[in-house]
């Protein structure tokens, strides 16, 4: 997709030096990513890089081992509690599942953060939450449970609880996970519409190669803990680094690794009895 | 022995964020209401029946017992006083844990497992403000309630065997209780213990549910652990308190 401002846009998040160990094991490693200001970027990589691990970076849910998270100029991982919940009021979070609640309607769902942090009269906050179920097709879905709603129609009302503090910087995880290539149109065309009326960042998690290359300026791959990739996604297909190509098109053996890291093959199964 | 001790520890920590977290809006306001609600109410039938059918057998065994020493006349104040100072709190808490408790972790537990609490966290809501808080209210309001609830249906049974079953006259059973029990030193020291158990109920059902693991296991193991403990630590806190108010 053709962009006319990514050479002026100011990085909004910016990640200098980042490294972060889970469990034993290094996800992150010495990272730099700059993610410029109003403008849709899309993170992509292979199961386990590290991709929720960005986004609960960018949220302060995580904090790095070594280095920087800024987004617009401040720390996050250097907020105290109070600053992280007013930061957080500017953060619109879609989680990789959804994570409705369960004992509220759809509507109340999406009222939630209004009531909570808004004083607007119940009227108004009406009016915006059918709006936002609105744009995402499940307007007429306002009065039912999560647990009434099939997965798909579940994440599209939690991108519109997201939506409904018009964040200046949504994150969506996988957004498209589970989605008919219907819902997955309105999905993309969603996030790109709203980015642009609102003028906000948005970050995107997604697997999909093709979609990403009407929906995202620029498409950071990250895999080893590093970023591999960071271009507009129609050039990233002419990438001649093999960790791309690999990626791009598919392929199970190249410079990612596609299974966790083990002993050998031949290691388990000769002393199998050692589980 | 290092374990539970870690745990109670932990356990503390917990409830001093809880507390020092605590506001009140008018939000919160209606959601402990709701709380105390589902706690009183998920809890009444088994209360109701198990008052009942304590206040039968021990009306019987009393009487049993005390026709050997030619003081029947007195079961009635036995009834009232262990109902009042110990039977009413003891059982209720335990009962609420059975009951209330345990859904009040699964409910938090499952929460945690299928980040509800992290995506309060994301919008800037404090799910200790929103989630722990109104359940810790409620349980402190639930179980007093639901002990005064408790003994009546208990007095209720005992009048029905004495009278209907012994054949007594209602009157002397009733007269030789008003003439023995005591507002303050019975009435109010069990009222008294059961604000406490209310608390620790709550708060263990809530602990346990926060704490949980993010699987199916570990929220099993959570319910499992809110019975076990508030059992026991309702049974210890009650030698104490009981030690110091007479
Ligand atoms: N709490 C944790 N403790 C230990 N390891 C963790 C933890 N959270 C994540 N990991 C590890 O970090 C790695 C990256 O996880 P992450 O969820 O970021 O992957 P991802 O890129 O989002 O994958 P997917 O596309 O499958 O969602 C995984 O290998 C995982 O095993
Ligand atoms: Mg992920």
Redesign the interface.
């Known amino acids: 997709m053709p962009d006319t401002h990514s050479q002026t846009a100011q990085p909004t998040i910016q990640f200098s030096d980042v490294s972060l160990t889970l469990g034993g094991r290094k996800i992150l490693e010495k990272l730099d990513l700059a993610i410029p200001q109003g403008q849709v970027t899309a993170i992509m990589g292979p199961s386990g890089a590290g991709k929720t691990t960005l986004l609960r970076l960018i ?1 302060g ?1 995580l904090k790095p081992d070594t280095g920087r998270v800024l987004v617009n100029g401040t720390a996050v991982n250097e907020l105290s509690p109070k600053a992280l ?2 930061y ?2 500017q ?1 619109g ?1 879609l ?1 990789q ?1 959804g ?4 004992d509220l309607t759809c509507f109340d769902n999406v009222a ?2 209004l ?3 808004t004083n607007l009269p119940e009227s108004l906050i009406k009016n915006i939450v059918l709006l936002k179920l609105h744009t995402v097709g499940l307007r007429g879905a306002a009065h039912l449970y999560p647990r009434e709603l099939s997965g798909g129609m579940n994440r599209r009302v939690a991108m519109a609880r997201a939506m409904a503090m018009d964040p200046q910087l949504m994150l969506y995880d996988e957004p498209f996970a589970g989605l008919d290539p219907i819902s997955m149109g309105i999905s993309l065309r969603l996030i790109r519409q709203v980015n642009e009326a609102l003028g906000m960042t948005s970050i995107v998690v997604t697997h999909d190669v093709h979609e990403v290359r009407q929906l995202a300026h620029q498409a950071c791959i990250i895999a080893n803990g590093h970023v591999i990739a960071f271009a507009p996604p129609e050039t990233l297909q002419e990438d001649p680094e093999p960790l791309v190509q690999q990626f791009m098109q598919g392929l199970p053996d190249g410079p990612v690794a596609f299974h966790y890291p083990g002993p050998s093959l031949e290691a388990d199964f000769l002393d199998g009895d050692q589980h | 022995m290092i374990k539970p001790l870690q745990e109670m520890g932990k356990a503390v920590v917990f409830l001093g964020q809880a507390i020092s977290r605590m506001r009140l809006t008018s939000l919160q306001f209606g959601e402990t209401l709701r709380q105390i609600y589902y706690a009183g109410a998920r809890s009444l039938v088994i209360i109701v029946t198990c008052g009942f059918f304590v206040g039968l057998v021990l009306t019987l065994q009393t009487y049993d017992t005390l026709t050997r020493f030619g003081a029947a006349d007195a079961a009635s104040t036995v009834l009232a006083l262990s109902l009042f100072r110990e039977l009413g709190p003891v059982l209720t808490a335990i009962l609420f844990a059975g009951r209330a408790g345990t859904s009040i972790t699964a409910e938090i537990g499952l929460m945690r497992a299928t980040e509800q609490l992290d995506a309060l966290d994301l919008m800037a809501i404090d799910p200790m403000e929103r989630i722990v808080q109104p359940r810790l209210i409620a349980g402190l309001i639930a179980v007093p309630a639901l002990v005064i609830i408790f003994n009546m249906m208990a007095l209720l049974g005992g009048v029905f065997f004495a009278v209907f079953v012994m054949g007594n006259d209602p009157m002397s059973f009733w007269g030789n209780m008003q003439n023995s029990v005591e507002l303050g030193r019975d009435f109010l020291h069990g009222l008294g213990k059961s604000i406490g158990f209310g608390f620790l109920a709550a708060w263990l059902a809530v602990y346990f549910g926060w704490s949980a693991k993010a699987t199916s296991e570990g929220v099993a193991l959570a319910t499992t652990q809110t019975v076990i403990a508030t059992a026991i630590s309702v049974l210890v806190l009650d030698f104490v308190l009981s030690a110091f108010m007479l």
């Not at chain 1, 994570?99 to 369960?102: G, I, Q």
């Open positions: 949220t849910q919940n007013s957080r009021k953060l979070v989680l599942n994570a409705l609640f369960t939630l953060p009531r909570e942090h």
